[in-house]
């Protein structure tokens, strides 16, 4: 079907996701944006967020750290450093992720501090947007 592409969605652990679908919603570290087939290829990092999968009825959303995204005509590829389906994020793994997080801020270089705060402060959006706090 003309409407639809190739999704896979993989972390050095495991591949998460490979299926066919019509939309990904990704939070691209320079905003957010959705690939759908048939659109202009590119590559771009991912900041902390929910990646959204939609195709067949259903929505899949995965909760990420980060990572690149690769959209094609016809497939979109995204390499997370870490993922887990939004389901299966706990209040424990947000705290350590933010607490790892934290600790890369307080350790950061002057020139490096507002990279630090800025994924700091997207992994307590996505905590947010689960419904978890951080």
Same mark, same amino acid.
């Given at each position: 079907? +003309?409407?639809?592409?190739?999704?896979? @969605?993989?972390?050095?652990? $495991? &591949?998460?996701?490979? %299926?066919? *679908?019509?939309?990904?919603? =990704?939070?691209?570290?320079?905003?957010? @944006?959705?690939?759908?087939?048939?659109?202009?290829? %590119?590559?771009?990092?991912? /900041?902390?967020? =929910?990646? $959204?999968?939609?195709?067949?009825?259903?929505?899949?959303?995965?909760? !990420?750290?980060?990572?690149? #995204?690769? *959209? &094609? #005509?016809? #497939?979109? &590829?995204?390499?997370?450093e870490q993922a887990v389906p939004a389901s299966e994020m706990t209040q424990e793994l947000l +705290?350590?992720? !933010?607490?790892?997080?934290?600790?890369?801020?307080? &350790?950061?270089?002057?020139?490096?501090?507002?990279? +630090?705060? $800025? /994924?700091?402060?997207?992994?307590?959006?996505?905590?947010?947007? %689960?419904?978890?706090?951080?």
């Open positions: 079907m +003309a409407d639809t592409m190739q999704f896979d @969605l993989v972390s050095p652990e $495991k &591949s998460l996701a490979s %299926l066919q *679908v019509t939309e990904v919603h =990704i939070p691209g570290t320079e905003g957010d @944006l959705t690939a759908m087939a048939d659109h202009a290829p %590119l590559i771009t990092t991912i /900041r902390p967020g =929910i990646l $959204k999968v939609l195709g067949g009825g259903e929505t899949l959303e995965f909760a !990420v750290t980060g990572g690149f #995204a690769e *959209v &094609s #005509a016809g #497939a979109t &590829s995204v390499l997370a +705290a350590a992720l !933010v607490t790892e997080a934290g600790e890369a801020r307080d &350790s950061a270089t002057e020139s490096s501090r507002d990279t +630090a705060d $800025k /994924r700091l402060n997207d992994l307590i959006a996505m905590g947010a947007q %689960l419904g978890l706090s951080a």
